[in-house]
């Protein structure tokens, strides 16, 4: 029994404790908790001197958000009454505690406890502790933005924690009857991203003609180091973030600091996950499954999500296989009733996965577009393979005329070389203001 107690998280001691009866459980420390539960009554206290430590050292400090964290007792402190299903009693003659307003986006451990992230979705010095009644009550899922007070860390805690929650997702939360994303009906995409809203933008602008993306779609682009797939995806991320039923997330897995700032200058309206090459595999991991989870909540809420992922080679990797990267990828679909989660994701050639995560999902995308680095060491733009790009369900995405005239153009370019094919394509975005316009004139 008493081995079973030392392995309890200190909320659920407390959950025990409160079932037995056992009176002012609240204020025994740990080993007289749990001495108290092990023989059903209360423990003297030991005057005159501190109980004995050596039964259960403290644990080592832990990284924020590392997996040791799941078993870190001290984070329930000042919550526990939460978990115990208890109000908080306040000691006559204090006052009550200060709190500040905090929006953040809830991860989850194993335990059913989480933690708001407040500076993007990668954990932060200053996220807030939300305890695992505070979940149950409220049906919190992975992802979800959640706003409410917040009170500074009492004696012995590291976090602050949330006093209740007011807001989820930008709405009052829900104890039933939420929807579901995985029980919403998938339905084919039918509304595009305004890539040519750039004119000079010739890379988007020739995507844009090979193979046009819509909200729902997998969009899967086949890259190399230094072949413009970051270029590339922050033109769609600006596009997609300049729809205003739109919101950007944005996953680098291995990426270097620098490019993380570049990220967020580039477009600053958009959520990231930045899992940097300084990071555990294992972090690496969490950060991706968040930035999915999150993405999946902003198209249960009837938002179109356009999730950026750069890379999933490189995921694969740090998960160990392609599992990770199928789910990933799979998720991208335009949902019935509105919402949507757009997935637009890189494979890199020559990367450590060794190609898994391509074969992964190579069958599934419903856009690809290709890069091509000799091209683009030649600077050559656009730097594509004109020829292999492609779009599934073009006739829903596109008019009767603008199909046609796209076709012709597919045509035209899959019989000249990828050089050739990349002069005309730039030639045409040139003389053009439009892509409607370039389509018109052939």
Not at 25 to 52: N, V
Not at 90 to 116: D, H, I, M, N, S
Not at 167 to 184: H, K, T
Request: hydrophobic fraction near 40%; charge should be negative.
């Amino acid at each position: 029994m008493a081995v079973e107690l030392n392995d309890l998280h200190l909320a659920e001691l407390h959950e025990r404790a409160a079932e037995a009866g056992i009176p002012g459980y609240r204020k025994l420390r740990r080993e007289e908790l749990i001495e108290a539960l092990s023989e059903g009554k209360t423990p003297r206290r030991r005057f005159g001197r501190r109980p004995r430590r050596d039964r259960e050292p403290s644990p080592p400090e832990p990284e924020p958000a590392a997996e040791e964290a799941d078993t870190d007792e001290l984070e329930a402190v000042g919550t526990m009454l939460e978990d115990a299903g208890e109000e908080p009693e306040t000691a006559v003659g204090t006052e009550e505690p200060k709190t500040e307003e905090v929006r953040g986006v809830l991860e989850l451990t194993r335990q059913r406890y989480g933690f708001l992230r407040l500076g993007g979705l990668a954990p932060a010095d200053g996220d807030v502790y939300i305890s695992a009644a505070q979940v149950r009550r409220c049906e919190l899922r992975p992802g979800d933005e959640v706003l409410g007070p917040a009170r500074e860390p009492r004696r012995g805690e590291r976090h602050r924690a949330l006093v209740h929650v007011d807001q989820v997702n930008g709405a009052d939360p829900q104890e039933a009857g939420r929807a579901d994303f995985d029980s919403l009906a998938p339905v084919l995409p039918e509304r595009r991203i305004a890539l040519d809203a750039v004119a000079d933008d010739i890379l988007v602008r020739a995507v844009d003609l090979l193979a046009p993306l819509a909200f729902g779609q997998r969009v899967l682009v086949r890259a190399a180091p230094r072949s413009g797939r970051t270029t590339l995806l922050r033109s769609i991320a600006r596009a997609g973030a300049a729809d205003d039923s739109a919101r950007v997330v944005g996953l680098f897995v291995d990426e270097a600091p620098e490019e993380a700032t570049a990220w967020r200058d580039a477009v600053p309206a958009a959520e990231f996950a930045i899992a940097t090459a300084d990071q555990a595999p294992a972090e690496q991991v969490r950060i991706a499954e968040l930035a999915l989870e999150r993405s999946r909540r902003l198209a249960e809420a009837g938002v179109n999500a356009v999730l950026i992922c750069d890379s999933l080679s490189r995921l694969a990797t740090a998960a160990g296989d392609a599992a990770e990267v199928k789910r990933l990828f799979g998720s991208g679909r335009n949902l019935a009733g509105g919402g949507s989660l757009t997935v637009v994701a890189t494979v890199l050639a020559d990367s450590s996965d060794e190609g898994e995560a391509e074969r992964a999902v190579i069958t599934t995308e419903t856009a690809l577009v290709v890069l091509d680095p000799a091209l683009a060491a030649r600077g050559v733009t656009p730097a594509l393979r004109a020829a292999e790009c492609a779009v599934s369900n073009e006739e829903g995405i596109r008019e009767p005329a603008e199909l046609e005239a796209a076709r012709r153009l597919r045509a035209t370019v899959a019989e000249l070389e990828p050089a050739e094919a990349a002069v005309l394509l730039r030639d045409r975005i040139e003389a053009t203001r439009s892509n409607a316009e370039l389509l018109a004139s052939l």
